[in-house]
């Protein structure tokens, strides 16, 4: 267990809303990433984090956006949702920076309506 | 362009046989590999890992291949459980020139295994 949650667990919002998913870690790890997964696409990484106020672009980053203002917390922002965002969103972290191991959270199901 | 690639969408073997889940990747600068199961309603779980200097790293039942010439890693899971049927995804990383790392992982499609009692 690397101590990461996610909140939501699910949510259904309508097209246009703002959408904030958190992503919480107990441990005091550096690195954090959001993915989403969908079928026939696995997971793909939207935003990522290695440090706080420290974040970059993935490969799926298109209206999405990131903050982290403090260690523990990793937030992604859908500003103006769109059906195209339904997804399964999963955080993740990496807690030795000389591995390349991630561990996930439990994820967020997303439904844009 | 999928960078790498699980040409199996599903695998169904039965209890006690071998599963072989095979993943290829285009992108010659990755240099470590991953295998990640995936539970229903539940987070991705780390598996097994192999660096690309190495060509075979086993733990326990589940054994990891690299073929670097054929840009191809397999998966061998020995002997199979039911337990085991769950969504398999191979990942890959690499260095950025200079040593730096973001530990960035670029996932497969994932590979749906049954195993069968």
């Known amino acids: 267990d690397a101590g990461i949650t996610q909140s939501p667990r699910h949510k259904v919002t309508e097209t246009g809303t703002p959408v904030t998913l958190r992503c919480h870690q107990t441990e005091n790890h550096r690195y954090m990433y959001w993915y989403r997964q969908d079928p026939g696409h696995g997971l793909r990484l939207i935003h990522y984090s290695y440090g706080v106020k420290d974040t970059d672009k993935g490969e799926v980053s298109d209206g999405y956006s990131v903050s982290r203002s403090k260690t523990e917390d990793f937030l992604l922002t859908l500003e103006s949702a769109t059906s195209s965002q339904t997804s399964v969103y999963f955080c993740a972290i990496r807690s030795d920076p000389n591995s390349y191991e991630q561990y996930f959270g439990p994820g967020t199901r997303l439904t844009v309506t | ?117």
């Open chain 2, 1 to 117: 362009d999928q960078q790498v690639k699980q040409n199996s969408p599903s695998l169904s073997v039965q209890e006690g046989r071998i599963s072989i889940l095979n993943c290829d990747y285009t992108n010659s600068m990755f240099d470590y590999f991953l295998w990640y199961k995936k539970y229903p309603a539940e987070g991705p779980t780390f598996l097994i890992s192999i660096s690309s200097i190495k060509d075979k790293n086993e733990d326990g039942r589940f054994t990891v291949f690299l073929n670097k010439s054929a840009k191809h890693l397999s998966l061998h899971i020995v002997p199979s459980q039911p337990g085991d049927s769950a969504v398999y995804f191979c990942a890959a990383s690499s260095f950025l020139a200079g040593g730096t790392s973001y530990g960035k992982l670029t996932f497969g499609q994932g590979t749906i295994l049954t195993v069968h009692p």
